[in-house]
């Protein structure tokens, strides 16, 4: 006679925590209890993903609304979303997808994803919209399922993960922009409910790991907007990840907790992006400042011709040749081709 056994956990099971690695945080977790992220469960003894084939948003988008200025502009990118964050920013502008567990919208596995791509002729995948690394399973299952199929892949994150898994999923990974909220650790422990050590420490390991490199710094009034910290924040990016790295400086608009403040002034923007000038970056954009302007386009950093000029999320002019600028020759740090 075969012996019996139960298919529930057993009392010991269900009083044992099992630790989730994935994150600085390091959620202990009860049987069937779900950590600080919302998405990740321990399941009979094991940290599971619940948003496992189960995005919430897929869809085609255009490049720059990553953003990403220095990686195949003018291209489409298949960009997916699953629910959840392991930060809880209070100006997050899809608060729903992450903080409130956005329903998914059916199973998809990665296999469709990659078919779905390859069938629209998208050359590139992006991870986006929420924290795609809180469902890591799924979102490196689908990186390496694209790579084989010589696709790219964009991780579009806050970067708050342990080394290890960081590591694993970077050998998958082509370009990312990482959203540094800010260089002060006060900010990111008030307003994020994180900490800011561990970004930056991710943000060295991709580069030490090849991945392309791009940042934005949403500018919010009184809390991060004071000139002090943005020539900070240049500073680190310039000794730490290069003058070449693309800074994208974007505008705050009033939402979520933060609906009491009011929206980033034109000229704080414009004043930020002179400050990174002057700190020794090459590449400064701004975003959300709705009339476009110059900070939507490349200049080459040597001669400052205009080599890419952009009017929204759309590329209308593009003059690099072999990624050069066609009039000094200087080389343009991206992936143009």
């Given at each position: ?118 069938k629209n ?22 990186c390496q ?166 009017r929204g ?25």
């Open positions: 006679m075969t012996d019996w056994i139960p298919c529930f956990p057993t009392l010991e099971r269900m009083k044992a925590k099992v630790r989730c690695k994935l994150c600085p945080k390091g959620c202990e977790l009860l049987a069937e209890q779900i950590g600080d992220c919302g998405v990740r469960k321990n399941i009979a003894g094991k940290i599971q993903c619940i948003t496992y084939n189960h995005p919430s948003a897929i869809k085609s988008d255009p490049i720059e609304k990553k953003p990403l200025y220095h990686f195949l502009p003018g291209s489409e990118v298949l960009s997916i979303g699953t629910a959840g964050c392991n930060l809880h920013c209070q100006q997050c502008q899809n608060w729903q997808l992450s903080q409130e567990s956005m329903l998914p919208i059916g199973a998809v596995s990665s296999a469709e994803i990659t078919a779905l791509a390859v002729k998208i050359q590139s995948i992006a991870y986006t919209y929420a924290e795609p690394l809180v469902s890591y399973e799924y979102t490196l299952e689908c399922t694209s790579h084989q199929a010589g696709l790219k892949n964009i991780l579009v994150s806050a970067a708050y993960i342990n080394p290890a898994p960081l590591r694993t999923i970077c050998d998958y990974l082509d370009a990312a922009n990482i959203d540094l909220k800010s260089i002060s650790d006060s900010f990111y422990r008030s307003i994020c409910g994180a900490q800011l050590a561990p970004v930056l420490r991710a943000l060295n390991i991709m580069k030490e790991c090849g991945v392309y490199l791009e940042l934005t710094n949403l500018i919010i009034p009184t809390l991060n907007d004071s000139t002090d910290e943005t020539k900070k924040l240049c500073d680190w990016i310039v000794q730490d990840l290069g003058p070449e790295t693309p800074l994208h400086f974007s505008r705050f608009f009033p939402q979520y907790k933060l609906k009491h403040l009011p929206a980033t002034p034109k000229a704080t923007i414009q004043q930020a992006r002179l400050i990174a000038f002057e700190a020794g970056l090459k590449f400064v954009y701004t975003g959300n400042m709705a009339d476009g302007g110059a900070g939507e386009s490349t200049r080459c950093p040597e001669c400052n011709t205009l080599l890419i000029q952009r999320y759309h590329v209308n002019t593009m003059r690099l040749v072999n990624g050069k600028c066609p009039d000094c020759g200087q080389l343009i740090r991206g992936i143009w081709n």
